[in-house]
T-cell receptor, first 115, second 114 residues
Framework: AQSVTQPDIHITVSEGASLELRCNYSYGATPYLFWYVQSPGQGLQLLLKYFSGDTLVQGIKGFEAEFKRSQSSFNLRKPSVHWSDAAEYFCAVGSDNTGGFKTIFGAGTRLFVKA | EAQVTQNPRYLITVTGKKLTVTCSQN?????MSWYRQDPGLGLRQIYY???????DKGDVPEGYKVSRKEKRNFPLILESPSPNQTSLYFCASSLAGGPHNEQFFGPGTRLTVL
């Protein structure tokens, strides 16, 4: 069965420091991978997505993610974190089902940014 | 402005009292979906709709109903709410049904069932 694992429930980084959020997935075929961000009291917003091609993808707000098939990972990175990046981040995989499709989300990683 | 709207944003109710959470999108999207978000569990899909009059169960459909009579609307119905349905609910839509499509999310509805 498809699944998404985000090993870190929460992470704290200092403003200006680099960030890496981990995501591992389990999926039989080529996955459709997403990172979404949820700011406090808001819905989810897409940061970036990967379907094929270059394994390093760029997203909004200075984020990037790298797809590593051998490790079944799709980690999110940012070279310098800003206080406004404090939010919850969700990795997700889109999967095909007969007659439809579903998106499976990880449990999320909450990012705290300290001054 | 392109958006997904949900109403109400906050709701406190009692066990067994039927309620409906509305969802509407103005982007002419074919695909719509409902999720619930619970701490430590992320988002879990309740129901989805590939198009008008086409709905299907997600991972946690028990206790919920949906309908899709118009393209823009996808209400979530709780016929007899129970305390274990206390959660944060999100409606989402995408241009078409497909695993590669970005979903656009509403602001969420926080439901408390006493």
């Amino acid at each position: 069965a498809q699944s998404v694992t985000q090993p870190d429930i929460h992470i704290t980084v200092s403003e200006g420091a680099s960030l890496e959020l981990r995501c591992n997935y389990s999926y039989g075929a080529t996955p459709y991978l997403f990172w979404y961000v949820q700011s406090p009291g808001q819905g989810l917003q897409l940061l970036l997505k990967y379907f094929s091609g270059d394994t390093l993808v760029q997203g909004i707000k200075g984020f990037e993610a790298e797809f590593k098939r051998s490790q079944s990972s799709f980690n999110l990175r940012k070279p310098s974190v800003h206080w406004s990046d404090a939010a919850e981040y969700f990795c997700a995989v889109g999967s095909d089902n007969t007659g439809g499709f579903k998106t499976i989300f990880g449990a999320g990683t909450r990012l705290f940014v300290k001054a | 402005e392109a958006q997904v709207t949900q109403n109400p944003r906050y709701l406190i109710t009692v066990t067994g009292k039927k309620l409906t959470v509305t969802c509407s999108q103005n982007m002419n999207h074919e695909y719509m979906s409902w999720y619930r978000q619970d701490p430590g569990l992320g988002l879990r899909q309740i129901y989805y709709s590939m198009n008008v009059e086409v709905t299907d169960k997600g991972d946690v459909p028990e206790g919920y109903k949906v309908s899709r009579k118009e393209k823009r609307n996808f209400p979530l119905i709780l016929e007899s709410p129970s305390p274990n349905q206390t959660s944060l609910y999100f409606c989402a839509s995408s241009l078409a049904g497909g695993p590669h499509n970005e979903q656009f999310f509403g602001p969420g509805t926080r439901l408390t069932v006493l």
